[in-house]
């Protein structure tokens, strides 16, 4: 996966629609964002976690779980976001864009996918979400939810707390001493390294294989199969009983 485009318009310190392309121009990928304090480099961070998460993006990092505490709430936290003198202009919408290419979805061939998230500071009552696959609107992200499109095909949150962090977050990852931070960490490196992908296929296909055993089976292997299934019941039954027995 491969970001080609950000777009931030009237978010926070970006006034106006501003366009970050990030192009892969002869084998250089490499973008570094830097600048002096208070020029928008973590607001440029924010924008495209906020713009794939939404009021989820506070499970993304804790941050932004305080900032939204300290303000009373994602609802005004997220009103906040409305770039001041847009708002003095009376233009109340922003939104965020990104444009993705290189996204390997199952059976859903493409070559671009653009997220988009916009609000309206004084007539949304919530945000609007757009999934579009090569200028169209994504059926699947429709039928599923777009956001759970994106946490689905796109980026998992755990994944997005390694991918959506600053140089001061390195710090605070060798710093990891409590038991939920090292479990939160773990199941991190789970998505990234992709074992959860494979715990899980791996379950669906064991599934798909008692599955198929089952239906495939004589009349008189899925009576003695209901005989075997109704004596563990049973037996369960019983070592319930006897457990209970010893306990008194």
Same mark, same amino acid.
């Given at each position: 996966?491969?970001?080609?485009?950000?777009?931030?318009?009237?978010?926070?310190?970006?006034?106006?629609?501003? @366009?970050? +392309? /990030?192009?892969?121009?002869?084998?250089?990928?490499?973008?570094? $964002?830097?600048?002096?304090?208070?020029?928008?480099?973590?607001?440029? =961070?924010?924008?495209?976690?906020?713009? =794939?998460?939404?009021?989820?993006?506070?499970?993304?990092?804790? =941050?932004?779980?305080? %900032? @939204?505490? !300290?303000?009373?709430?994602?609802?005004?936290?997220?009103?906040?976001?409305?770039?001041?003198?847009?708002?003095? *202009?009376?233009?109340?919408?922003?939104?965020?864009?990104?444009?993705?290419?290189?996204?390997?979805?199952?059976?859903?061939?493409?070559?671009?996918?653009?997220? #988009?998230?916009?609000?309206?500071? &004084?007539?949304?009552?919530?945000? !609007?979400?757009?999934? /579009?696959?090569?200028?169209?609107?994504?059926?699947?992200?429709?039928?599923?939810?777009?956001?759970?499109?994106?946490? +689905?095909?796109?980026?998992? @949150?755990?994944?997005?707390?390694?991918?959506?962090?600053?140089?001061? #977050?390195? $710090?605070?990852?060798?710093? $990891?001493?409590?038991? %939920?931070?090292? #479990?939160?960490?773990?199941?991190?490196?789970?998505?990234?390294?992709?074992?959860?992908?494979?715990?899980?296929? #791996? &379950?669906?296909? +064991?599934?798909?294989?008692?599955?198929?055993?089952? !239906?495939?089976?004589?009349?008189?292997?899925?009576?003695?199969?209901?005989?075997?299934?109704? !004596?563990?019941?049973?037996? *369960?039954?019983? @070592? *319930?009983?006897?457990?209970?027995? /010893?306990?008194?």
């Amino acid at each position: 996966m491969i970001i080609k485009e950000i777009e931030l318009h009237n978010f926070r310190i970006y006034k106006g629609t501003n @366009i970050i +392309e /990030l192009k892969n121009d002869k084998g250089k990928n490499i973008y570094v $964002v830097s600048g002096r304090n208070g020029f928008g480099k973590t607001t440029f =961070l924010m924008s495209m976690v906020w713009c =794939l998460y939404g009021k989820n993006m506070q499970e993304v990092d804790d =941050l932004y779980k305080k %900032e @939204i505490v !300290d303000q009373g709430g994602y609802s005004k936290y997220i009103v906040n976001s409305l770039n001041r003198l847009a708002k003095a *202009e009376d233009d109340y919408n922003f939104r965020v864009s990104i444009t993705f290419t290189n996204v390997n979805i199952p059976e859903v061939p493409c070559n671009e996918i653009v997220v #988009k998230r916009s609000y309206n500071a &004084k007539t949304s009552v919530a945000e !609007d979400v757009e999934v /579009l696959i090569d200028g169209y609107p994504s059926e699947l992200a429709k039928e599923v939810g777009q956001e759970i499109f994106i946490r +689905e095909f796109i980026m998992p @949150i755990e994944i997005a707390k390694f991918f959506f962090f600053d140089a001061e #977050k390195i $710090v605070s990852l060798a710093e $990891v001493n409590t038991a %939920e931070q090292r #479990k939160n960490l773990s199941r991190a490196y789970s998505e990234v390294l992709g074992i959860k992908k494979y715990e899980d296929i #791996k &379950k669906e296909l +064991e599934g798909l294989q008692i599955s198929l055993r089952q !239906d495939s089976a004589s009349a008189k292997e899925k009576g003695e199969l209901k005989k075997l299934e109704a !004596d563990v019941e049973a037996f *369960e039954i019983k @070592i *319930e009983d006897n457990q209970r027995g /010893l306990e008194n």
